[in-house]
């Protein structure tokens, strides 16, 4: 099979998601080697997932390495171009729900000892630290924007040769920086295709005592990153381009 754009999303997403829910299993479920090892640990691992993501998604064929529907949607916006979301957002959600299986699959003897059903939630999408849906919404979509505008920042033309040669270790720290600095409200999910199918994915799996998948909330982390990323994109439109 030759490289594709869509298969360059696809495998990128799921590098993505088996690395950052992975490090989110690794620390909050039972009996693994991090085990409680905190939200540092969580932040940086997830900032690596997308660095690899990108690296990966490149390979297999994706120069745009988006790996995230708001960032699709956020560029066609800016370009006024959208041929590509469609085929990128199916790519990407697709990704996301086979790394998430993978999640599943590799610590597998682990969810039976885990009691605590939020954890093993928890291990594949988000849920918000203060339930309120107002505000949840808005840190959804303030964070997206800042990452769009992020992004922006990482591939304008002002940074020449820079920017290509370390471009997927800036996304990485930009990343992180937004873990590290907004994701208490709600668990930054900046991405609907991270959240949309990992929480599908733990419906669907065999997952003992799981308890709800948390459908309740789940339009926050896909509506609040698309608001971010249309903002984020007109205002690339309007000043960056």
């Known amino acids: 099979m030759q490289t594709s754009p869509f298969l360059g999303e696809l495998i990128g997403t799921m590098v993505l998601l088996f690395l950052g829910d992975g490090v989110v299993a ?134 020449g040769e820079l920017a290509i040669g370390i471009g997927p270790y800036l996304v990485g720290v930009l990343v992180w920086s937004v873990g590290l600095s907004l994701g208490g409200p709600t668990g930054y999910a900046i991405n609907p295709a991270r959240d949309l199918s990992p929480r599908l994915a733990h419906a669907l799996l065999p997952i003992p005592n799981k308890g709800s998948s948390g459908w309740n909330y789940a339009w926050i982390p896909v509506l609040g990153p698309l608001i971010g990323a249309v903002i984020g994109g007109v205002l690339i439109r309007w000043f960056a381009l």
């Open 26 to 159: 690794n620390v909050v479920l039972r009996q693994t080697k991090g085990e409680a090892s905190g939200w540092i640990v969580i932040t940086t691992g997830w900032a690596f997932a997308v660095t690899m993501g990108v690296f990966v998604a490149k390979a297999f064929g994706s120069i745009d390495a988006h790996l995230n529907p708001a960032v699709t949607i956020a560029f066609a916006v800016a370009k006024n171009e959208y041929g590509q979301v469609i085929p990128y957002i199916t790519a990407q959600l697709i990704g996301a729900l086979l790394g998430a299986g993978l999640v599943w699959l590799h610590y597998l003897p682990h969810w039976a000892v885990t009691e605590d059903k939020a954890s093993k939630l928890a291990a594949f999408c988000n849920t918000p630290a203060i339930r309120s849906t107002g505000s949840n919404l808005i840190s959804e979509a303030l964070a997206t924007m800042v990452l769009i505008l992020g992004l922006a920042g990482i591939s304008s033309k002002n940074l």
